[in-house]
């Protein structure tokens, strides 16, 4: 298995101290820093349940920079407004081609601006609900009938999408579900302890995805 670090290429036991996941910055005046303590308890999660020593600290990465090409998970999130320049959705483009790994998460608002702006990414390529049956959904832990509901919007039934570039899944959308919320600490929410970790069991499923696709 190996990880891409900028332009190099090095094996995961030599890089496996050092790495890390990201939080996605992006113009438009949505507010990609929500859910301030999701990625610290979802990486938490993940290296006590899973062993997979990940930097216990999350970064912040923008859309168009080089930097985006450290990391091999990249979460995004929030409520509102979303816009990729030219630039920035040529690199996110070449990042997620490279190996990169791309997790959206519509925490309630995101949707009609997150669909237009991928189409500025991947012009060829439409979001695809994905089958129940398919690796993400059981790669460390099962989830039958696809995504846990965590927060309640519109009374729709969660959903996953994905954008699929020549056989591989290189980006994942989790819509209706509020995933990260429920990754926060508990006394945000108040969300009962069995919500919370089957959040965090779904947040480990697609780091674990990221990591073994790489």
Known sequence: MLVFLASSVVSITHAQSSLKIAKLKYGGGGDWYANKTSLPNLIKFCNAELKMNINPSEDIVEVGSPDLFTYPFVHMTGHGNVVFTEAEAQNLRNYLLSGGFLHIDDNYGLDQFIRREMKKVFPELSFLELPYDHEIYRVKY???DGLPKIHEHDAKHPQGFGLIYEGRLICYYSYETDLGNGWEDQSVYNDPEEM???????????????????
């Open 142 to 144: 099962n989830f039958p």
């Open 196 to 214: 919370r970790r089957k959040a965090l069991q779904m947040g480990a499923n697609l780091v674990s995805y990221a990591f073994m696709i790489l």
